[in-house]
C-alpha cells in the first residue's frame, strides 16, 4: 500500500516540493556556514519524494547549535516551505483520494520549519516506535 501512495505522492506534489527543497538546498550551499542547512534540505528532499514508510524522529541530543540553526532556518526558507505544504495539504484534501496524501504534506510542516535536529528513519526502525508509558 505504501508503494501505490508514494507513486501517487511522486506525481501529485512530491516531485515539486522536492524541487523547492532542492532549490533552498542549492542557494545554502553557497555559503560555507549554510553548508549544513543545505544538508539538511538535500535530506529533506529526498524525505518528500518518497516518504510514505518512513518517519521523522527528533534527536535528544542536537542542542543549542540546532537550535540556533533552526531559528535561522525558519526565517530564511522553512516558513516558505511549510505554507508550500499546507497549501499543497490543502489541494489534495478536496478530492477522498487525495486525504492521506494532504494529511502526510501536513505532518511534513513541522520538520519544514525546524529541520537541524531530525532524523528521517524507516516507520519498522525500533526508534520510530513512541514510548510505552512503562518506559517514561
Same mark, same amino acid.
Given at each position: 500500500?505504501?508503494?501505490i501512495? =508514494?507513486?501517487l505522492?511522486l506525481?501529485?506534489c &512530491?516531485?515539486w516540493?522536492a524541487?523547492?527543497?532542492a532549490? /533552498?538546498?542549492?542557494?545554502? %550551499?553557497?555559503?560555507?556556514i $549554510?553548508?549544513?542547512f543545505?544538508? @539538511?534540505s %538535500?535530506r529533506?528532499? =529526498?524525505? @518528500? +519524494? ?6 521523522i524522529?527528533? *534527536?535528544?541530543?542536537?542542542? $543549542?547549535? *540546532?537550535? +540556533?540553526? =533552526?531559528?535561522?532556518?525558519l526565517?530564511?526558507? &522553512?516558513i516558505w516551505?511549510?505554507i508550500?505544504?499546507?497549501?499543497t495539504?490543502?489541494?489534495l484534501c ?6 492521506? +496524501?494532504?494529511? @502526510? *504534506? %501536513?505532518?511534513m ?5 525546524l529541520?537541524?535536529? /531530525?532524523?528521517?528513519? /524507516? $516507520?519498522?526502525?525500533?526508534? #520510530?516506535?513512541?514510548? *510505552?508509558? #512503562?518506559?517514561q
Amino acid at each position: 500500500m505504501k508503494t501505490i501512495l =508514494n507513486i501517487l505522492w511522486l506525481v501529485l506534489c &512530491g516531485l515539486w516540493m522536492a524541487i523547492g527543497y532542492a532549490v /533552498a538546498g542549492v542557494i545554502c %550551499f553557497i555559503l560555507i556556514i $549554510t553548508i549544513p542547512f543545505g544538508i @539538511a534540505s %538535500f535530506r529533506m528532499a =529526498n524525505y @518528500a +519524494l518518497w516518504p510514505f514508510g518512513r518517519t521523522i524522529i527528533r *534527536s535528544p541530543g542536537s542542542g $543549542t547549535p *540546532s537550535m +540556533l540553526g =533552526n531559528i535561522i532556518w525558519l526565517i530564511v526558507a &522553512g516558513i516558505w516551505l511549510a505554507i508550500g505544504h499546507i497549501t499543497t495539504g490543502l489541494a489534495l484534501c478536496v478530492t477522498i483520494i487525495g486525504i492521506p +496524501l494532504g494529511i @502526510a *504534506s %501536513f505532518k511534513m510542516v513541522p520538520v519544514s520549519l525546524l529541520p537541524l535536529g /531530525a532524523q528521517i528513519v /524507516a $516507520t519498522d526502525d525500533p526508534r #520510530a516506535a513512541p514510548a *510505552s508509558p #512503562a518506559m517514561q
